[in-house]
């Protein structure tokens, strides 16, 4: 995992950026980002135009990290899952994309964890409003 940025009370949020870290998410956190994880994986390989020469592979990497969605997690001191997060690729705004997070078996992590998903939008200049990236707002 890459660190991204602190957060008061002891919480950090680091990017996800690996299969084995994506399934440990999935289990810790007990929800599906994992299956999100391999399809935008998946979807930035088959997008993937390879050049000439040895660099190919080195450019595979840069275009995968440049066009999938940034998948986050919310980490206390301890190690314990708060929420994950699926941003835009580069974190950078895009209104159509369905930006989420959420929090252990898919709760609402904003009560708890509001302040946390602030810091982490600024670190991103993304604003990350509960009714537009919780996806269960609208039931609850």
Same mark, same amino acid.
């Given at each position: 995992?890459? *660190?991204?940025?602190?957060? +008061?009370?002891?919480? +950090?949020?680091?990017?996800?950026? +690996?299969?084995?870290?994506?399934? =440990?998410?999935?289990?810790?956190?007990?929800?599906?980002?994992?299956?999100?994880?391999?399809?935008? @994986?998946?979807?930035?390989?088959? &997008? *993937? !135009?390879?050049? @000439?020469?040895?660099?190919?592979?080195?450019?595979?990497? =840069?275009?995968? @990290?440049? $066009?999938?969605?940034?998948?986050?997690?919310? /980490?206390?001191?301890?190690? $314990?899952?708060? =929420?994950?997060?699926?941003?835009?690729?580069?974190?950078?705004? !895009? &209104?159509?994309?369905?930006?989420?997070?959420?929090?252990?078996?898919?709760?609402?992590?904003?009560?708890?964890?509001?302040?946390?998903?602030?810091?982490? =939008? /600024?670190?991103?200049?993304? %604003?990350? %409003?509960?009714?537009?990236?919780?996806?269960?707002? @609208?039931?609850?």
């Amino acid at each position: 995992m890459q *660190y991204v940025c602190e957060c +008061t009370k002891g919480r +950090t949020w680091f990017r996800i950026e +690996t299969d084995v870290e994506a399934e =440990a998410e999935t289990a810790l956190m007990r929800h599906a980002v994992e299956k999100h994880f391999r399809r935008e @994986q998946a979807r930035a390989r088959k &997008s *993937y !135009v390879p050049g @000439q020469g040895l660099e190919r592979d080195i450019q595979l990497k =840069a275009h995968i @990290q440049r $066009t999938t969605p940034l998948f986050l997690t919310l /980490r206390a001191d301890d190690g $314990t899952g708060l =929420a994950t997060a699926m941003l835009p690729p580069g974190g950078k705004p !895009v &209104s159509e994309f369905p930006t989420i997070i959420v929090g252990p078996e898919n709760a609402d992590p904003y009560p708890d964890h509001g302040d946390a998903i602030e810091a982490l =939008a /600024r670190h991103y200049k993304l %604003p990350l %409003p509960r009714a537009r990236c919780y996806p269960y707002a @609208q039931r609850s």
